[in-house]
């Protein structure tokens, strides 16, 4: 036997056609609360066999001051998409990603991104009809487990726009 013929078989050994190639499942055509396209998320996303989402209303109340949305695969997380109200800038600490050394992102007021998140957030005073839960909304995206991270740096802060953009016309706000 020639080594050639060895390193065939050796190559063929570690092939079976009964094995399928694992990729990301198809997403819904949108996901959280339809403000991103489920072709966008996808790239972020780990590998598996199926997807679910979980997501509340998009509307705060008196007793709702955040509201997510989680993309599993496989029961895993994902990707998430978060909007919490707060009632000043102060209250909007992103010294915990620091580390991370964030690039601004042209994103709301302010902006940032990292490896595997960005986030941004914009005053969103509520219209004359609606109560007031907070003169901000700080929004932030992230994909924990992208399995490519520069990818990741380059979608995660168009996807941060499209969630901004998102958030204050669905929020109203002005």
């Avoid at 005053?123 to 924990?144: I, M």
């Avoid at 941060?160 to 953009?165: I, V």
């Amino acid at each position: 036997m020639t080594l050639a013929t060895v390193s065939l078989l050796l190559g063929l050994a570690g092939c079976s056609t009964d094995e399928k190639t694992k990729s990301v499942p198809e997403l819904p055509k949108r996901v959280c609360w339809g403000a991103f396209a489920g072709a966008d998320v996808a790239p972020l996303l780990p590998t598996g066999d199926a997807v679910t989402q979980r997501a509340e209303p998009f509307h705060y109340s008196e007793h709702v001051r955040s509201l997510s949305c989680l993309v599993y695969i496989d029961g895993n997380y994902g990707f998430r998409a978060v909007a919490t109200r707060r009632d000043s800038e102060s209250q909007i600490d992103w010294s915990s990603w620091d580390q991370a050394r964030p690039k601004a992102v042209d994103a709301g007021k302010k902006g940032i991104s990292w490896s595997d998140g960005a986030a941004s957030y914009i005053p969103c005073e509520p219209t004359n009809s609606s109560p007031s839960f907070g003169k901000y909304v700080e929004l932030d995206v992230t994909a924990d487990h992208a399995p490519d991270e520069k990818q990741a740096r380059r979608i995660l802060p168009a996807l941060l726009k499209q969630f901004t953009a998102f958030a204050e016309k669905e929020l109203k706000c002005r």
